[in-house]
């Protein structure tokens, strides 16, 4: 929903990586950002502070996972001022009844249905793709920066695969690689 699963996705709002977050939201949550990198676009440091931000939003609205989700992507104080306004005109508070942005009042229902889907895609004449409940890749610490290039090598891996598996790297090697942004812009 956020970005079709492409670490690479950037959004006219500046929006990046697998979980669209905006230069602020991630550097509150310790994803950093320079000329050389964006964390942004790191897919476990990503991944963890979505969770983490997810998770804070939930607290932040009861344990109402619509809510936080409505929140992650339309803002807290989005969903908070629907909720105030909807509390004055003493009507319900959940997301189902929020005069929410169009866009948040479809992401949620998306998220709920992917997740039925997966859940039991039998039931809607899906079938998935089995996938192997291992790692795809492993985390290598190489102690100082390195060029992918010769990582690649090192590691007899496509070098194009080593580039799309450290989507976080603005500039990759010494010829000057640098991922191409999708999405929007």
């Given at each position: 929903?956020?970005?079709?699963?492409?670490?690479?996705?950037?959004?006219?709002?500046?929006?990046?990586?697998l979980?669209?977050?905006?230069p602020?939201?991630?550097?509150?949550?310790?994803?950093?950002?320079?000329?050389?990198?964006?964390?942004?676009?790191?897919?476990?440091e990503?991944?963890?502070?979505?969770?983490?931000?997810?998770?804070?939003?939930?607290?932040?609205?009861?344990?109402?996972?619509?809510?936080?989700?409505?929140?992650?992507?339309?803002g807290?104080?989005?969903?908070?001022?629907?909720?105030?306004?909807?509390?004055?005109?003493?009507?319900?508070?959940?997301?189902?009844?929020?005069?929410?942005?169009?866009?948040?009042?479809?992401?949620?229902?998306?998220?709920?249905?992917?997740?039925?889907?997966?859940?039991?895609?039998?039931?809607?004449?899906?079938?998935?793709?089995?996938?192997?409940?291992?790692?795809?890749?492993?985390?290598?610490?190489?102690?100082?920066?390195?060029?992918?290039?010769?990582?690649?090598?090192?590691?007899?891996?496509?070098?194009?695969?080593?580039?799309?598996?450290?989507?976080?790297?603005?500039?990759?090697?010494?010829?000057?690689?640098?991922p191409?942004?999708?999405?929007?812009?």
């Amino acid at each position: 929903m956020e970005s079709a699963f492409d670490p690479f996705a950037y959004s006219h709002g500046r929006a990046a990586g697998l979980w669209q977050f905006i230069p602020s939201t991630g550097k509150y949550f310790g994803l950093t950002q320079s000329w050389w990198h964006d964390d942004r676009r790191d897919v476990v440091e990503a991944t963890d502070a979505a969770l983490t931000y997810l998770d804070k939003l939930a607290n932040r609205f009861d344990g109402d996972y619509t809510l936080a989700l409505a929140a992650y992507n339309s803002g807290g104080g989005t969903v908070s001022s629907a909720m105030r306004k909807n509390r004055k005109k003493n009507e319900p508070q959940d997301f189902w009844s929020l005069d929410l942005p169009r866009e948040t009042r479809h992401y949620v229902p998306k998220l709920i249905a992917l997740a039925k889907i997966f859940d039991k895609p039998e039931d809607y004449g899906i079938e998935l793709p089995t996938l192997e409940d291992k790692p795809y890749f492993e985390i290598v610490d190489t102690g100082s920066q390195m060029d992918l290039a010769q990582a690649a090598e090192l590691a007899k891996v496509d070098v194009d695969e080593i580039y799309l598996l450290n989507p976080t790297y603005n500039r990759c090697h010494q010829s000057g690689w640098a991922p191409s942004a999708t999405g929007t812009d």
